[in-house]
């Protein structure tokens, strides 16, 4: 995966808005742009959770990384992302400053459970290290087929 991913890493940005990150993902080959979106899912969600991903300027990248696990052959992981991106509504918004007034609105909300998405977490890490093999597995896998 890091032999095909690596000279993508630095071309992709993810911190300067949806414009910025689409124009860099455009010129990405597909199979880095994948595996560079759901490797940064992955580390988020690993690190703090979906709350944390939505929260971060990685939460840019959402649809593009349940796409990408998707195509890496995690159908039921990329589900799982789906159901949490469904939280936004319709139109998922790439806005960083979107997503965290309506994960505050949340827990304003909801102060007994200001995150809404601990069962996804869950849920989650399990396929993460069950589905197709892995996730180590099975980015590996997808970067030899797409000649990394």
Not at 40 to 53: D, P, R, Y
Request: net charge negative; aromatic share 14%.
């Amino acid at each position: 995966m890091w032999a095909m991913l690596g000279p993508y890493c630095d071309r992709i940005n993810i911190y300067d808005g949806a414009e910025v990150f689409l124009s860099g993902w455009q010129n990405t080959p597909q199979a880095a742009a994948d595996l560079f979106a759901a490797n940064w899912c992955q580390e988020e969600v690993c690190n703090g959770g979906f709350h944390q991903f939505f929260m971060n300027s990685t939460g840019v990248l959402g649809p593009e990384a349940a796409v990408g696990f998707e195509r890496i052959g995690m159908k039921k992981t990329s589900a799982l992302i789906r159901r949490a991106l469904a939280f936004f509504g319709e139109d998922y918004p790439r806005a960083r400053d979107v997503r965290v007034r309506k994960l505050d609105e949340y827990a304003r909300a909801h102060p007994e459970s200001p995150k809404p998405f601990d069962a996804v977490d869950d849920e989650f890490y399990v396929l993460l290290r069950s589905e197709a093999n892995g996730w180590p597995n099975a980015a590996d896998s997808y970067a030899i087929r797409h000649g990394g």
